[in-house]
């Protein structure tokens, strides 16, 4: 392996090489390489399929000083953040996009976040993301814990810049291409949370994997909570857009989702006054706890295909914010330990798991795009296979009874 | 028009040539000029009276990273702050200023102010401009609202680092100096206001005007409030100054500001132990709504006359800070959409009014100075001539009975 | 004195030359030099032992534009953070490290630190500190005060990045390196207190002296408090390590701390579930009002010994950390005007100081690093000169019964 720090220093190698690593942010150098970009060409790679890597700064405004990574594989052009927690903004793919329009335009600066302001909901100040991890000390609604302290909306990781990222090019074909970026918790006598993020994408194909690795490095058990909170907008979500998954139950998360429990597979178009309904599921899985989601398009010719394993993430969040464009026309489909109460509405349920001192928790997802009917149909009879004949559980009930 | 991003690039030309437009921040390009100058001479501009624009970084203390821009047209030389949504920090204009001196010595960055510390006082650990706007979602002293969130001091917009930055300069005379900003509060299911600041100088003039554009870019209909927090101190303010505004009611925001009520026209020299008298006033307009103040030194000589418009800015604040100089001896002048209580009280007086979805608000501000006994005593007699012979109501009661 | 600007722009010099001093920062003229270097050979001076000192700035996660200053003086290599109120991080002197291993890796930016978060503990996402200065408006534990104000943990001039930073280098012998910094904090209304701080290192010398200024620049009397509040971990403690100080009264902080009181002087190795005793303690002083504490390893022949003086830091909090070496095995030895607890429950105690209108007060503390039996017997003989045969009170209650 040869190891680079930044635009190409050489500072090792290795027989047989098989892989170029780029050191772009490490803390413990205090090193940010800056504006930085690498080609399948400049590494002098022959993938049949080009390729590019680059790393630049964005300014003004609340994303004054924020980088991003734009990777693009030939196929899609994915903008990672690193200095939002290595989350991702959105993956072009030809005609198709994975995100969605916020009113949060910005990438913004987590240096200009409170998470506390407006009663622990600061996080809202610069939720725009396709995909935002939502943990790990704690995930779900603002809420005051057992302690007596407030726990802001979904956690603090993503408003936490990478403390190290890197970036990986196999040197053999497929010439897959990994960004992967190191963000901790830490806070004396809180938390000592470490967590390697990964995205692998292999030039020429629409898809990517996200396998992340959560250490908890104190000498002590904690809990923790990660909701994979991914985000999809047009052109995929549209009137009569569907989701599918295998379900064993749904319910809703609160008395106003009870009246969309129903339609839950269907998707209304933008639509005034709709807020948001979201519901909680317990997918079924195969015997690896293989599961998925799938969110197909109207005309079912395009969709998302979301695989995750529920050992890891048990439980599934759909989230319907189907208002109006402007507002933030959005569905979420959000693997997780956890729902998106707050932390003591679900320590009743079981939902805030335990990681212990030195222990590492992975959690991968694989997100395809699925470009055709085909794909959208093989998708779904994946769906299918797993729940076979298997029954769902309409729950009427909310699991949690809200105070009004 | 020529449209140049930063030092000078044509992007566009058309004839005639009416003005030059200088894109210094653009979020949606990521783009920040850095330190950056023009002047008419740079601009081959044959005006009479030589200008010049520059912007330019802070560094060191609480103002690391801080742009201001400081334009001067020949006799008034204005410094902006785009990274504090574009709020004025002063204008000099030969021996006179307007400004303050706050014991807040630096222009401070928003990433190190905490808006909800001290119970949702820390907007003051950045409290020195001229001119603050105090918005747009809310305004007012701090407090818990109807919904249960504090509302921290004076909304969020001036701890808003402008989104996008322009300065036009009129290619035909009298030349005109153009700086506008946009400034962004946008938080999912919460806020969508995008307001247009926009500041103009005439070469060889004595005043400016500030016109601003709101706009609410949700669907739904919202609240806003606005109040333009304009603070003055020496040399216009000092023992025996005066305020003068055609008054129809004025009353006290406290107990404690009711044994001023009588004096409220004249200032004390710097006082300690005074702290701050606030008065409510509702002034009387002319046909067209238009109405001032005008502050006036002791000696009636020197002065600062500030005009609006009561069709957008229907109440008056008028802030008596004359305590000592080194805790910030400043009056403000502070025509608003509302009073400084914090907004729960101020819905009962009909004082938070409605954005409707897509609407914009106009707000237009003329600060004067005024140089000699001759235009202040033009700025009186335009009191005088609104104020007519229509009596002034001297309420002894606060408007707002304020728990102890 | 010459007197230049960053990497030497002479601005003015009188005779006889004496020192020659270098401004890094200053906010009056929003000048940072960025990275910068002086050494005894590039400034010409004949010293027997080469000495160095460098700003650089750190890149990456939450350390992101934090700028430190490492001073060699051939003995020791100590590492100041201007962005984090002057505090320094760490000591390195041969096999010896005045410092400690916190949880916390990066030397935090206050941008990313929000105080009041986790009910006023933010504080504990930057701890990590060899010195930490805790105040100076308030310090101790996070408490809602008389006032119904949250005060977050140890105030706020830790995570206040310095106005000024000045270098100086003594040009006749022994060429004393002196590092000052001004800490403002600054809020309208409440706070008008500036400290120079000061860090000087004689060339060759294992020691060093801290002297700060606090001035409150206000019209008006405030309270302050200031615990320093120093940290030190392995090498110097371990199992059997030891505290020495002139004792006139030990109380334990809290209930817990009541079973180590009688072993107070002793240290435990890392010990899961231990957690932190804290103990306060009323020194002895000699007739200047001059005192000390000793923190010697199990061997007796290496240690520190803190210096400070009654009469500017009346009482003596000792923190035993002896939790996991991952938790932060470390011991707090913090002279102050105050103990931990917050501010509610130290004015009942007389431990809440006031600093008058105009007034400054001087804080003298000297670091020593005990590198031999000889050096360690020497200081603790200093200890035992001061206590005499004067009695220690070992007070079972402690002095605040905390609610539980």
Redesign the interface.
Known sequence: MKVRIGMGLLLCCALPLQAAEFVL????Q???VGNWKVSSDSLGIKSKIPFSIEK??????????VDVIVVDNGTLQMTLVPTRGMGIYEVRGGDLRLGWE?????IV????I??????G?GW??G??EMLVRCGYEWTGHPGVDDD???K?LHGRVQN??????RVTVDETPPYAIHVRGRV?E???????LSTWTGVTLVPGEAAFTVEDKLTN????DNEYQIIYHGNFGAPLLEEGARISAPVKQISPFNDYARKGLDSWQTYLGPT?GFDEMVFNIVPYSDAKGNTLAVLENRAGNAGVAVDFNVKQLPVLTLWKNT??????YVTGIEPGTSYAYSTKYQRPLGLVPTIKAGESKHFTLRYQLLRDKGEVQAALDRVKAVQGSQPTELRRDPLVQLPH
């Open positions: 942010v490490d803390t413990a205090g090193l940010d630049k700064r964005l300014h003004g405004g609340r994303q004054e000083g916020s009113p949060v335009k910005e600066n987590p240096a200009f409170d998470l506390e302001s407006r009663g909901l809202l100040d939720f725009n007596g302290r407030l802001s936490t810049p990478a403390s190290v990222v901790d830490k806070t004396f006598k809180f938390s000592d490095q104190a000498d002590y005034k208002d109006t464009l402007q507002q933030g």
